[in-house]
């Protein structure tokens, strides 16, 4: 079955960088258009990113426009952001989210709603 892991995160100082990956394992990863979202305790789930299936198509939020880059590697099996000039406000949980149907057009990004298959997250602590 479709399954997410999500790694890299950890406590940065403002105005610092990580870079958070999620590993797909189950089907091919191309197969999914691919989001990241984040949750701070008590706040609604927002998403911040999305790539499509293809790659040369992404979606960014306004809150991380400019600051976040999504990308997949070489070999399809994992889908990374890259974050920089963290704020205390990007504090969060970050987890990554399969398309809930494969095979989207190949330069889609659905809307938030349209992403399922979860991973667990990955604590991101932006503190100085």
């Known amino acids: 079955q479709l399954q997410l892991v999500e790694s890299g995160g950890g406590l940065v100082q403002p105005g610092g960088s990580l870079s958070l990956s999620c590993e797909v394992s189950?089907?091919?990863?191309?197969?999914?258009?691919i989001g990241w979202f984040r949750q701070a305790p008590g706040k609604a789930r927002e998403g911040i990113s999305c790539?499509?299936?293809?790659?040369?198509?992404?979606n960014y939020a306004d809150s991380v426009k400019g600051r976040f880059t999504i990308s997949r590697d070489k070999a399809k099996k994992t889908v990374y952001l890259q974050m920089n000039s963290l704020k205390p406000e990007d504090t969060a949980v970050y987890s990554c989210a399969a398309a809930i149907r494969p095979l989207l057009p190949e330069r889609l990004c659905p809307r938030w709603a349209d992403f399922g298959s979860w991973g667990q997250g990955t604590q991101v602590t932006v503190s100085s």
């Open positions: 189950g089907f091919t990863l191309n197969y999914y258009a």
């Open positions: 790539i499509s299936r293809s790659g040369s198509s992404t």
